[in-house]
């Protein structure tokens, strides 16, 4: 629902708008990953209970393992269902989608005002904003161990990790279920104090325990000023400029498996500055413009010119600290040093790898981390692009010319660096190894147009 009201006063001039909607989106089965971008393979757990049979590859040609007429020689493993009580799937990783999820939806609401100063010049200032609830997290690790068991130090806590890593004799869950990782005579104590003692204890990287898919626990906020001047076509020239002063925030993912709400953080496609102007302009050169030109060959040569630009201008999103994974953060050793950041250094690190232990035997365990996945000051580099085309028309009549085209794109061959590597034990962390955008294009067309 919306409002449009011009106030009489101002003389038609002005016109004050506003509305609101709700959008909803599908429930997907895909995954958002931490990166902020949805998985292209779908998920495919089934409601229920699954088994997964393999095929056993052989090792060489000679021997083979199976045949064409059978396959699986071993059997095909049936899913056990719930018959077994507590008892169903003991020993194994258990994955399962949300058996409640909800439809993502978005509340969208604008505030915003547009004047014109004279027939062809616009002003239009514009608040805006949204807020979206219901939106999936791709893992929430449920086989935790308690948070009080877990170390807050500021560096690797050796004396606890030995203590969660000691081997206890007595298995309670030996012989349970045959075949399984935890089907042996002795176990750890992080396995005991884990959630779920029964199951594999979960990992950072979310292939083991008990994993919850797409809990639809998501949300996110996004709130923009928004400036627009544009001078319509009038004596060959059409300008337009807009700016955008925004902030997106997002909680769709967990900082520790064992924190109550996910991590609230700037989203990986924050752009908190934008500015385009784009501009045409043609040439008041030609028949019947300011410079009038009698001559056909003089016209032809010099008439129907028209030149075209257009600069972008945007902040580079957050770095994504998540330390080389893409299901859940990776940890920090961090020292606390401020991290000053050259987005555009590509010879030495851009930013104080010094900041931070990158030791492979100094990083942490069974810790609880306190680094943000993305800081506002800590961005990649930004876009900084002009394009430009010149063209020319060749009038056979009023209404049919052929038109020259010559274009470039990014006219100063200006790059625009990846984000640097931010896996702590890399031997490139800290390093920009890439280039974000395409060096200088140019191409030349024509069309004829009637």
Do not use: C
Not at 175 to 196: C, D, K, M
């Amino acid at each position: 629902m919306g409002f449009a009201w011009s106030p009489d006063a101002l003389h038609g001039n002005t016109v004050v708008r506003g509305g609101f909607a709700l959008f909803v989106a599908p429930i997907t089965v895909a995954n958002l990953s931490e990166l902020g971008t949805y998985s292209s393979n779908p998920i495919v757990d089934q409601e229920g209970f699954s088994q997964t049979t393999t095929v056993v590859v052989p090792s060489n040609n000679l021997t083979p393992s199976a045949t064409l007429s059978d396959p699986f020689p071993g059997g095909i493993f049936t899913p056990k269902g719930s018959a077994q009580g507590l008892s169903t799937f003991l020993g194994q990783n258990v994955s399962f989608i949300n058996p409640d999820m909800k439809n993502p939806y978005s509340e969208r609401w604008n505030l915003g005002v547009q004047h014109t100063f004279s027939k062809d010049v616009l002003l239009e200032v514009m608040y805006m904003g949204n807020h979206s609830v219901h939106l999936p997290i791709a893992v929430t690790q449920l086989n935790v161990i308690p948070a009080q068991f877990l170390s807050t130090l500021g560096v690797r806590d050796q004396p606890l990790i030995n203590s969660l890593t000691a081997t206890v004799a007595s298995n309670p869950f030996a012989g349970l279920e045959p075949g399984t990782s935890l089907n042996n005579p002795s176990t750890t104590v992080a396995q005991l104090l884990s959630r779920f003692p029964q199951f594999p204890i979960g990992s950072g990287s979310g292939g083991n325990g008990v994993i919850e898919q797409n809990l639809s626990l998501g949300s996110s906020y996004f709130e923009s000023l928004n400036v627009r001047l544009e001078k319509r076509l009038s004596y060959g020239l059409s300008l337009i400029g807009s700016y955008m002063f925004s902030k997106l925030i997002e909680q769709d993912s967990w900082l520790n498996d064992t924190d109550a709400v996910p991590e609230k953080r700037l989203s990986p496609f924050d752009h908190p500055q934008h500015f385009v102007v784009g501009a045409s302009y043609a040439l008041p050169v030609g028949k019947g413009k300011l410079l009038d030109m009698k001559s056909r060959w003089s016209n032809l040569a010099f008439g129907g010119w028209i030149v075209n630009g257009i600069y972008t201008y945007q902040t580079g999103a957050p770095l994504l600290w998540t330390n080389g994974s893409s299901t859940s953060p990776g940890d920090y050793v961090y020292f606390g040093a401020p991290i000053v950041l050259d987005n555009r250094q590509v010879n030495v690190p851009a930013f104080n790898t010094s900041a931070f232990d990158t030791k492979n035997t100094d990083q942490f365990q069974y810790h609880i981390r306190t680094f943000a996945t993305t800081y506002g000051n800590l961005r990649q580099d930004g876009i900084n692009n002009f394009d430009a085309s010149i063209l020319k028309n060749f009038y056979a009549k009023e209404s049919m010319y052929f038109q020259i085209r010559f274009e470039a794109f990014n006219v100063l061959n200006h790059p625009v660096f990846a984000a640097p590597n931010t896996t702590a034990t890399s031997t490139s962390f800290g390093m920009i190894n890439a280039q974000a955008n395409l060096p200088r294009q140019i191409q030349l067309g024509a069309r004829l147009v009637w």
